[in-house]
């Protein structure tokens, strides 16, 4: 049992080589204790995780900015195509990933988590502002979202400027970090591939996109 980080481990290959003789070099299983708990008066056991997957947006509409004075309602602006790329993937009204994200949730899976959802409040573990509501505002869809269902977050943007420096001007590209949680039992090949086709497909506007 090891208990660092389980995609960034520093010290698995040095347990498994120090301690060879101990362990053995035919290892069946490695547990990994990061997943966290909800109260320590119970022994908890995650059965699932969710998988990750990430990419880069680009979006491009002109060799430089332009003062929105000239180009406001002429330009496509590129942030407003990348979210209509985007649109492709998730339905921005309710948060949904599109179907090829989905999967069909194990009975026993399904079971555990309307179960948990009924010792443990989702909602109370994360720090929301008092009055805003979860996605669902209901505690077991909660729980499920946060170990089956497919989402999608934007964590990292360049080319839009601060709002204490940006100015009249039309950006000329953007660049969008996304990451996309995946149901454990989720394809991630087969995902990232309709990712990088949905976003990358017919551009609006005849802009330059990559993904």
């Not at 481990?9 to 003789?21: F, G, K, N, V």
């Not at 998730?90 to 990933?97: A, P």
């Given at each position: 049992?090891?208990?660092?980080e389980?995609?960034?481990?520093?010290?698995?290959?040095?347990?498994?080589?120090?301690?060879?003789?101990v362990?053995?070099?035919?290892?069946?299983?490695?547990?990994?204790?990061?997943?966290?708990?909800?109260?320590?008066?119970?022994?908890?056991?995650?059965?699932?995780?969710?998988?990750?997957?990430?990419?880069?947006?680009?979006?491009?509409?002109?060799?430089?900015?332009?003062?929105?004075?000239?180009?406001?309602?002429?330009?496509?602006?590129?942030?407003?195509?990348?979210?209509?790329?985007?649109?492709?993937?998730?339905?921005?009204?309710?948060g949904?990933?599109?179907?090829?994200?989905?999967v069909?949730?194990?009975?026993?899976?399904?079971r555990?988590?309307?179960?948990?959802?009924?010792?443990?409040?989702?909602?109370?573990?994360?720090?929301?502002?008092?009055?805003?509501?979860?996605?669902?505002?209901?505690?077991?869809?909660?729980?499920?979202?946060?170990?089956?269902?497919?989402?999608?977050?934007?964590t990292?943007?360049?080319?839009i400027?601060?709002?204490?420096?940006?100015?009249?001007?039309?950006?000329?590209?953007?660049?969008?970090?996304?990451?996309?949680?995946?149901?454990?039992?989720?394809?991630?090949?087969?995902?990232?591939?309709?990712?990088?086709?949905?976003?990358?497909?017919?551009?609006?506007?005849?802009?330059?996109?990559?993904?």
């Amino acid at each position: 049992m090891e208990a660092d980080e389980e995609s960034g481990s520093e010290d698995m290959d040095y347990y498994l080589e120090t301690l060879a003789d101990v362990i053995g070099t035919d290892v069946k299983m490695i547990w990994i204790v990061d997943s966290g708990c909800f109260t320590f008066d119970t022994f908890w056991l995650t059965t699932s995780l969710r998988g990750h997957c990430c990419h880069k947006l680009e979006v491009e509409v002109s060799k430089q900015g332009i003062h929105s004075g000239l180009g406001g309602g002429v330009i496509p602006h590129p942030f407003r195509i990348a979210t209509l790329l985007l649109n492709r993937i998730q339905d921005q009204q309710t948060g949904q990933m599109t179907e090829p994200f989905q999967v069909n949730i194990p009975t026993d899976r399904y079971r555990e988590c309307v179960q948990t959802a009924q010792l443990i409040s989702t909602k109370e573990q994360l720090p929301l502002l008092p009055g805003v509501k979860t996605v669902s505002n209901d505690q077991v869809k909660d729980f499920i979202a946060q170990c089956w269902m497919p989402a999608l977050a934007i964590t990292g943007i360049d080319g839009i400027p601060s709002t204490e420096n940006g100015g009249n001007v039309i950006v000329s590209k953007i660049a969008l970090k996304i990451a996309t949680r995946l149901p454990p039992t989720g394809n991630s090949k087969e995902t990232s591939d309709y990712v990088i086709q949905e976003l990358s497909r017919d551009p609006p506007y005849g802009a330059k996109v990559k993904c």
